[in-house]
């Protein structure tokens, strides 16, 4: 199995690959978004739930999330996310026509 950031190209590909970079950043610019609010929220609740009550962290969850996150501690009484799935299917994050894979057989 083969995978990771990384291609096996040629120098002489760099300017389709940089269009590619681009298209893709711009084609995908709330997936990014929600990428980086993700970050963000999972960073302050890491810093700074110290096992008392989340309510007042909510109001420093990412815009981007507010209304799609609860934040809990989990069994562990670790701090952590909820995201509720159904809200974000429904949410502007939700785009079908971005999810795809590709699979080959390499013979190197």
């Given at each position: ?12 590909k760099?300017p ?14 709330s ?7 993700i970050?963000t ?5 890491q ?22 996150v ?6 562990n ?23 795809s ?8």
């Amino acid at each position: 199995m083969l995978g990771g950031s990384f291609i096996n190209q040629p120098v002489s590909k760099v300017p389709e690959i940089k269009e590619l970079m681009n298209r893709t950043t711009d084609a995908c610019a709330s997936m990014l978004e929600l990428a980086d609010a993700i970050k963000t929220l999972d960073t302050m609740v890491q810093t700074h739930a110290t096992g008392t009550s989340l309510e007042p962290l909510y109001r420093e969850v990412p815009a981007p999330l507010r209304g799609y996150v609860e934040l809990v501690y989990d069994i562990n009484n670790h701090p952590t996310v909820r995201f509720i799935e159904g809200l974000l299917y429904r949410s502007r994050f939700y785009q079908p026509d971005l999810q795809s894979i590709a699979l080959f057989a390499d013979s190197g």
